[in-house]
């Protein structure tokens, strides 16, 4: 990835909250709790989630610039969703906290030199190493896709509505 692409993709990154924002305005709440199956998340649980993978993100982007090398924490999110009672914590905490740390990281992110983008760190979820470049295009990547879910669990509880 050329830095044109990577300053493309960190303005994607800083772009997220506000792109959640947005869906979620156009997704009425009492439907917020809805689960399209007993084993997928509903909007309630994905804003929690974001939340959890906020805060990890923003360790992971720290250890990447100040411990290459070393290992990451890896986490189960559908453990975490139900052993942490997503549903029972405060979604507006949720959108919170993940509006305060995407915007920390996001501001951290845009300034670092190019050479960090190379870092490394273990992973124990990937057979290679896990690089800064990979990270943002994972995380650049993670509101948009539960932007699409939760406007999939719109589009389902409206069909099931009689």
């Given at each position: ?8 993709l ?6 997220g909250?506000?792109?959640?924002v947005?869906c ?6 009492k439907?917020?709790?809805?689960k399209?199956?007993p084993?997928?998340?509903?909007v309630?649980?994905?804003?929690i989630?974001?939340a ?8 992971r ?11 990451l ?17 405060s ?5 919170a ?12 992110i845009?300034m ?20 800064f ?6 995380y ?6 539960h ?16």
């Amino acid at each position: 990835m050329d830095k044109a692409e990577r300053l493309a993709l960190i303005e994607e990154y800083g772009q997220g909250y506000a792109k959640l924002v947005t869906c979620l305005e156009e997704i009425p709440q009492k439907m917020w709790q809805y689960k399209p199956a007993p084993i997928e998340w509903s909007v309630h649980e994905i804003i929690i989630h974001l939340a959890d993978s906020e805060t990890n993100s923003y360790l992971r982007a720290r250890r990447l610039v100040a411990e290459p090398g070393q290992p990451l924490m890896a986490y189960d999110q559908d453990v975490w969703a139900n052993k942490l009672d997503y549903h029972a914590q405060s979604w507006q905490d949720g959108l919170a906290v993940l509006e305060g740390v995407r915007k920390m990281t996001y501001d951290f992110i845009r300034m670092l030199p190019d050479e960090v983008w190379e870092n490394t760190v273990v992973h124990a979820e990937n057979d290679r190493p896990y690089s800064f470049t990979m990270w943002l295009e994972i995380y650049a990547a993670h509101i948009p896709l539960h932007i699409q879910q939760i406007q999939d669990n719109h589009a389902h509880w409206l069909a099931n509505q009689d």
